[in-house]
T-cell receptor
Framework: DAKTTQPTSMDCAEGRAANLPCNHS???????VYWYRQIHSQGPQYIIH???NNETNEMASLIITEDRKSSTLILPHATLRDTAVYYC???????????FGTGTLLAVQP | NAGVTQTPKFRVLKTGQSMTLLCAQD?????MYWYRQDPGMGLRLIHY???????AKGEVPDGYNVSRLKKQNFLLGLESAAPSQTSVYFC???????????????FGAGSRLTVL
């Protein structure tokens, strides 16, 4: 499974869009990009995933570059409740393991 | 629909004691996982199971054993607890992989274990 690199922390003003980057330069063709988040003391929560195309759901949008070496998670209108650690994970279909890194701590400021 | 339920939520052990953490899911998921989380280290995979009666080692399996006798349950055992096993433990499950290859996990709320 490809490794990912994320900034340790980011700030965002409440009501603004939060853009969380992730580098996965060694990603291979059949590996998905997943995003999870973990609000303090709770279990991780699935947000979104994608393979090649950009994806959007009720929580967020996922933008994957054409070469697939990086992606951005977008929370369109961040709220204080979006303060959490966000994990970017790359996993292929050949394994059943999701390997988490240390993620990005997003702090939404009032 | 409860999702993934972990018991107990909190436990304090003395060094050398044994205990079992129970994870139960009601989503008919094939795959189940145990992770541990320590400050500043993200989540690390201990063991996982791809179906009833099967288990496999993850990143940090030493000191733990698991069993998957029933599809809905995944047990994590500590035979002789050590202070280094003080951690928050998370269980997760996922349905059988679809043709697309995606595998989305649903996590439990966590079990906080302290070993003195």
């Amino acid at each position: 499974d490809a490794k990912t690199t994320q900034p340790t922390s980011m700030d965002c003003a409440e009501g603004r869009a939060a853009n969380l980057p992730c580098n996965h330069s060694t990603i291979s063709g059949n590996e998905y990009v997943y995003w999870y988040r973990q609000i303090h003391s709770q279990g991780p929560q699935y947000i979104i995933h994608g393979l090649k195309n950009n994806e959007t759901n009720e929580m967020a949008s996922l933008i994957i570059t054409e070469d697939r070496k990086s992606s951005t998670l977008i929370l369109p209108h961040a709220t204080l409740r979006d303060t959490a650690v966000y994990y970017c994970i790359v996993k292929g279909g050949a394994t059943n393991k999701l390997i988490f890194g240390t993620g990005t701590l997003l702090a939404v400021q009032p | 629909n409860a999702g993934v339920t972990q018991t107990p939520k909190f436990r304090v052990l003395k060094t050398g004691q044994s205990m079992t953490l129970l994870c139960a899911q009601d989503m008919n998921h094939e795959y189940m996982y145990w992770y541990r989380q320590d400050p500043g280290m993200g989540l690390r995979l201990i063991h996982y199971s791809v179906g009833e009666g099967t288990t496999a080692k993850g990143e940090v399996p030493d000191g733990y054993n698991v069993s998957r006798l029933k599809k809905q349950n995944f047990l994590l055992g500590l035979e002789s607890a050590a202070p280094s096993q003080t951690s928050v433990y998370f269980c997760a499950s996922s349905r059988q992989r679809t043709g697309s290859g995606a595998n989305v996990l649903t996590f439990g709320a966590g079990s906080r274990l302290t070993v003195l």
